[in-house]
């Protein structure tokens, strides 16, 4: 898959990846069609940092669903 390119089906890769990995209890909430493509780069910068870790911590996992909460449309 190339991330190098903004489209709705990397989208949403990343953000099913990222709830997968992270096993966010509120995934239902975090849906690709929330995001902004204009923080696409950003988007892939936290899906790169949650792949490459085995396991996160409580404020880790907070962290990242806050940054993604930044991410969203508004």
């Not at 989208?11 to 966010?24: D, G, N, P, S, W």
């Not at 239902?28 to 988007?43: G, N, V």
């Not at 899906?47 to 911590?57: I, N, Q």
């Amino acid at each position: 898959m190339d991330l190098s390119v903004k489209t709705p089906e990397n989208v949403e890769h990343m953000i099913e990846a990222i709830k997968t990995k992270l096993r966010v209890a509120t995934g239902a909430a975090i849906k690709p069609s929330h995001f902004d493509y204009e923080k696409y780069e950003d988007l892939v910068d936290i899906y790169e940092l949650v792949m490459a870790k085995s396991h996160f911590s409580v404020s880790e996992m907070d962290a990242i669903v806050m940054e993604l909460g930044h991410l969203r449309k508004g």
